[in-house]
């Protein structure tokens, strides 16, 4: 299983970045697929997730209305759009796979089944 993140860097705060996850080595179709962030000292939360259909979409308040998770099962990627990124979005970004539970997406962390090397996302002010 491979989950490799692309996209992160560094911007000014208000800026837009474009983290995307390119996915191989199990049924990327059947699974929810999320991204991940942690900063230092903080604890890994779940920023936008998106059932396996594409239907269903997930958002922490955080980055509702600024965040847009996408996936195409055909080619097995999920993106993520960010824009009016602020300092407090700085952190690693995950790409992570878990499992549909019928009506809903498994999303914490410790549900997780794959993850992703992460990519660092640096907002200045």
């Known amino acids: 299983v491979h989950l490799v993140e692309a996209g992160g860097g560094s911007v000014q705060a208000g800026g837009s970045l474009r983290l995307s996850c390119a996915a191989s080595g199990y049924p990327f179709s059947l699974y929810c697929m999320g991204w991940f962030r942690q900063a230092p000292g903080k604890e890994r939360e779940g920023v936008a997730i998106i059932s396996p259909s594409g239907r269903t979409t997930y958002y922490a308040d955080s980055v509702k209305g600024r965040f847009t998770i996408s996936r195409d099962n055909a080619k097995n990627t999920l993106s993520l759009p960010m824009n009016s990124l602020k300092p407090e979005d700085t952190a690693t970004f995950y790409c992570?796979?878990?499992?549909?539970?019928?009506?809903?997406?498994?999303?914490?962390?410790?549900?997780?089944?794959?993850w992703g090397q992460g990519t660092q996302v640096t907002v200045s002010s």
């Open positions: 992570a796979a878990s499992h549909w539970r019928g009506t809903d997406c498994e999303r914490s962390p410790d549900d997780v089944v794959y």
